[in-house]
C-alpha cells in the first residue's frame, strides 16, 4: 500500500546491492530529487517500540534514510497555508523497503523503532545543527495513534 505523503515529504527508491561479504546501501546523490546542498551527516538509533519526536525544523531539509533495522516514521502538517493542512504521513522503511525520506522544513516528524532490535537511521540534512531553527514538543501533544497507525 502506498502511504499518504503530506506537501513537503517525499519518497525516494535508493539502491541497494546485495553481496555475500557485506551489503551496499545508496544514501544520496548531489543529484538526487531532495538534495538541497550538504550540511551534516548524523547517524541516530532507536530500540525497537521506542518512540522518539516530535521535532519541526524551521529550515533545515532531512533526509532520512535506514540502513539497519526498520524505522516508522509519522509526519505531521500544521501549516495552515498548506494544502495538506492536519494531515498525517506514515511511513515504515528499511532494509526490507530501503528508500530515502525528505522531509522539508516546517512539518512536524516523530519516529519510532519497529526492527526487532537496534534500529540505525542516517540523516543528510542540508545544514550544519543549529538548536534556534528547530522546535520540539512531547509526543502527547500531537495526537496521534501510534498502535493503530491512524
Given at each position: 500500500m502506498t502511504?499518504?505523503?503530506i506537501d513537503g515529504v517525499t519518497l525516494h527508491p535508493e539502491k541497494q546491492i546485495f553481496h555475500p561479504q557485506g551489503d551496499v546501501f545508496h544514501a544520496i546523490k548531489s543529484n538526487s530529487p531532495g538534495f538541497v546542498c550538504f550540511g551534516e551527516a548524523y547517524f541516530s538509533s532507536t530500540l525497537f517500540g521506542e518512540t522518539k519526536g516530535w521535532k519541526k525544523h524551521l529550515r533545515m531539509t532531512l533526509n532520512l534514510l535506514v540502513p539497519i533495522g526498520s524505522?516508522?516514521?509519522?509526519?505531521?502538517?500544521?501549516?495552515?497555508?498548506?494544502?495538506?493542512?492536519?494531515?498525517?504521513?506514515?511511513?515504515?522503511?528499511?532494509?526490507g523497503?530501503?528508500?530515502?525520506?525528505?522531509?522539508?522544513?516546517?512539518?512536524w516528524v516523530a519516529f519510532q523503532?519497529?526492527?526487532n532490535e537496534n534500529n540505525l537511521l542516517l540523516n543528510v540534512a542540508d545544514m550544519i545543527h543549529d538548536p534556534d531553527e528547530v522546535e520540539r514538543c512531547e509526543l502527547n501533544e500531537i495526537i496521534y495513534a501510534w498502535n493503530s497507525g491512524t
Open positions: 502511504p499518504v505523503l524505522v516508522r516514521f509519522v509526519c505531521y502538517d500544521d501549516r495552515s497555508d498548506s494544502p495538506t493542512f492536519g494531515v498525517f504521513s506514515d511511513v515504515t522503511i528499511g532494509v523497503n530501503y528508500q530515502r525520506l525528505t522531509v522539508e522544513p516546517g512539518i523503532g519497529v526492527g
